[in-house]
């Protein structure tokens, strides 16, 4: 039996792994020590189990544990990074480059910063999505000092050049930040390769719990930042506040679990979302949204011309999936992710982004493609535009009276 | 470990009550949803986060609206002196000196935003002194924090006194109430005060969760921006399951408040008497101070060395706040009391709680002056 609704939203919140929780509800009971607590044996434990999870992250992206400082979450992470490096760094210079298709927590962040007198350049996004080396290159000035390019989309998907990028960027001296909280677990990530100075991550991404993440900050070379939350002086005093164990644990498990399975669990994923799409591709009209080479096999988002974008969600209630990002999906706005792409705002608001995860089964994906298919030929049925198009109307071309 | 230890620092964090973890539990499990999500997952998740708003506004007489979620304590310090200290032009900021490093510190950061620092004298008790108070307000402080209570001595301040006595200055007052919630009554409404910090984990919560109530006409920038949540003041996605387990610990906080305050207070007087007759020096005890917690030091025995050896007898205390432990300095709020700086780093905290219990603070006592007797035969073999 389907349990209802099928939950496709991956890239919006994981349920929390089984095996992560149960590493998780000891320091919840009997090990709740303060791991700042040094005068006893309640804090040398949970420091301990601390470092444990530290060395988890670490592993997952190839990284020395001292590099990475937890954090509340992602944008945190992304805040810490940016304002942190930035107002670091400011008297070198105060120009800030990242893209159109950042997650908020970027692109509020640049914007802050605009306000305190920095200056930023907005990249445009390539129609798949993806960012363009020689756009970059063009948008670097002297006075550059941070750029910030996500690895993986939150809303298509798609892989980013962050590793031209960091060349780049190290070339010239630029403090290099990835938000990389949509990648862990969905790709490979080796930061003794990759030229990235600072690098955010989520647990709650990758089968760990709300509440935790990390920030990446680089030893060699050596990178600065200047913090935004003070206090006891945690983390080496860039990140202040007493430290959530049982969350840090559940980070450091997931992160654990990621590395050692991720390789056949994205090729089971990659196998669903293959024929995700293929039963979707059948529908007339429909489009991906980004680039479907450089993506994470996770993710398909698909544009369902014709289509009023609400309904379409009303209508598949069953499969619970997003219309933009979780984070702005509360606005009707249609995704400025896919407006970046050069899509229409009707084309935006009939888009769907499905995301599938550890626990989907290829019973659900069947379900889906079947209700998806009755769905939107019900819609359809119902819209003067497809019935246009279908009597071969160029929609284009029509002049639109005002009323 | 052959033996249970005593946990005896309940200032530093406080061991999930179980009907919490009870609360917390299908957020860890089926119910995962994004709160920002519109399917049902998300709106599950979005109830569960309302609730929780809901009771926590209650337990300290806010409305749920005033309730801004963060991460600890700490950030809830932060947010409310950087961001509301970000939306002013930069004036006087007045704290007490012995505030929580997580107060001292963004106060600090301040500074070089063009704000003055002014800190606030204590009396030998851990007292605010009202000359020095009143001087700070007619020197025209914009924001001021004083703690309700200080997590070391346990010292309780006059908080709703000093409101109204900033009453005719135009001010924004904000308490840190993190040590005080679940040990005395706490009203955001009676204490008059625009901005108050609280923390789950000190009061049966978990770790992770902490807010700043506050009075909505206070502008506020955000910290952590990006994403919109909490009305825009504090971005990320919402740890469900903390917050959930800090609006249930709220609730039982302030319906057993009284029960448990009475029992605390019961077997501190106990253990206060025992201390004080093996001739330890109690700090604090001439003033209101919280019903769980004592802070003493016994002359010419080292704090440090006293807690390592109770750690080893399977009694786990704290000499100074967890946070400022790492550093063998001597307590600042003693320092600020006038203490000299030995007897400062001589100091030894034991605060109780739910699990602590008579026995164990007979046990404690006997294990204390067995301790030190050793420590003094040791001291006499080295001269």
């Known amino acids: ?403 | 470990m052959v033996f249970a230890p005593a946990y005896l620092d309940y200032n530093a964090t406080t061991p999930l009550d179980p009907r919490v973890l009870e609360a917390m539990l299908p957020h860890l499990r089926e119910r995962f949803g994004n709160a920002s999500s519109r399917h049902e997952y998300g709106r599950h998740a979005r109830r569960a986060i309302d609730e929780a708003r809901q009771q926590v506004a209650a337990a300290v007489g806010a409305h749920p609206t005033e309730v801004v979620f963060t991460s600890c304590g700490s950030e809830a310090n932060n947010l409310f002196l950087k961001g509301a200290g970000g939306c002013m032009r930069a004036g006087v900021l007045a704290i007490s000196a012995i505030e929580h490093p997580c107060v001292r510190e963004p106060a600090r950061q301040l500074v070089r935003g063009g704000w003055q620092l002014r800190e606030i004298t204590v009396d030998a008790q851990g007292r605010l002194d009202g000359e020095d108070f009143a001087a700070a307000l007619v020197a025209g402080a914009k924001m001021v924090s004083v703690m309700l209570a200080n997590n070391e001595t346990g010292a309780i301040q006059d908080v709703a006194a000093l409101v109204m006595r900033a009453k005719p200055f135009r001010v924004w007052f904000h308490t840190d109430a993190v040590q005080a919630l679940g040990k005395i009554p706490v009203n955001f409404r009676s204490l008059g005060v625009s901005a108050m910090t609280l923390s789950a984990h000190k009061i049966g919560g978990p770790l992770g969760a902490g807010a700043l109530v506050i009075d909505k006409r206070v502008e506020l920038a955000p910290l952590i921006a990006g994403g919109g949540q909490e009305r825009g003041v504090r971005s990320g996605t919402e740890n469900v399951a903390a917050i959930v387990g800090f609006g249930r610990a709220c609730e039982l906080a302030v319906s057993e408040l009284r029960e448990s305050a009475r029992r605390m207070r019961r077997m501190r007087d106990r253990l206060e008497a025992g201390l004080i007759a093996s001739g330890a020096r109690v700090f604090s005890t001439g003033v209101e101070r919280l019903p769980n917690t004592v802070f003493f030091a016994l002359a010419g025995i080292d704090g440090e060395t006293l807690v390592a050896h109770l750690d080893r007898a399977g009694f786990a205390v704290a000499s100074g706040s967890a946070c400022s432990s790492a550093s063998p300095e001597p307590s600042r709020t003693l320092l600020a009391m006038g203490v000299d700086p030995v007897t400062a780093k001589g100091a030894v905290r034991v605060s109780l709680g739910r699990s602590s219990s008579d026995e164990e603070v007979e046990r404690f006592l006997d294990a204390l002056a067995e301790t030190v007797t050793r420590l003094k035969q040791m001291a006499a073999i080295a001269v």
């Open chain 1, 1 to 403: 039996m389907l349990k209802l609704p099928i939950y496709l939203d991956y890239s919006a919140t994981t349920p929390v792994d089984p095996r992560v929780a149960e590493k998780m509800v000891p320091y919840l009971t009997e090990k709740f020590g303060n791991p700042a607590s040094r005068s006893h044996a309640f804090g040398w434990e949970a420091e301990k189990a601390v470092e444990g999870a530290r060395e988890h992250v670490a592993a997952l992206v190839n990284a020395d544990p001292r590099e990475i400082i937890w954090t509340s979450g992602a944008t945190e992470s992304n805040n810490l990074a940016i304002k942190g490096a930035a107002h670091f760094y400011q008297s070198k210079g105060k120009h800030i480059i990242t893209v159109k298709t950042e997650h908020k927590a970027v692109l509020d962040t640049v914007r802050e910063l605009e306000r305190q007198g920095f200056e930023a350049s907005y990249l445009d996004v390539q129609e798949n999505g993806l960012v363009d080396i020689d756009r970059f290159k063009q948008a670097l000035r002297k006075d550059t000092i941070v750029a910030s390019v996500m690895l993986v989309n939150n809303e298509i998907g798609v892989i980013q050049p962050v590793a031209e990028i960091g060349e780049i960027c190290r070339e010239k001296g630029i403090i290099f930040h990835v938000d990389a909280a949509q990648a862990t677990g969905k790709m490979a990530i080796d930061l003794a390769r990759l030229k990235v100075d600072l690098m955010s991550f989520s647990a709650h991404k990758t089968y760990g719990p709300k509440g935790i993440g990390a920030l990446y900050v680089r030893r060699k070379p050596r990178v600065r930042l200047e913090p935004q939350m003070h206090g006891g002086g945690h983390e080496r005093g860039l990140r202040s506040g007493t430290l959530p164990t049982h969350q840090i644990v559940g980070m450091g498990e997931a992160f654990r679990i990621a590395k050692a399975e991720m390789a056949s669990e994205n090729e089971r994923i990659r196998c669903l979302r293959d024929k995700l799409f293929k039963g979707l591709s059948d529908i007339e009209a429909v489009e991906v949204n980004g680039d479907i080479e450089h993506r994470v096999p996770h993710n398909l988002n698909i544009s369902f011309a014709y289509v009023e974008g609400e309904s379409l969600i009303m209508a598949i209630k069953d499969v619970a999936v997003s219309s933009g990002s979780a984070c702005t999906s509360a606005s009707l706005e249609p995704s400025y992710v896919l407006r970046a792409l050069g899509r229409s705002d009707e084309l935006a608001h009939s888009s769907i982004r499905f995301t599938i995860g550890r626990f989907t089964t290829e019973e659900e994906v069947d379900y889906t493609i079947d209700l998806l298919h009755r769905k939107v030929t019900k819609l359809r049925e119902l819209s003067p535009l497809w019935e246009m198009v279908k009597d071969g109307v160029d929609l284009s071309s029509v002049q639109w009276a005002a009323h």
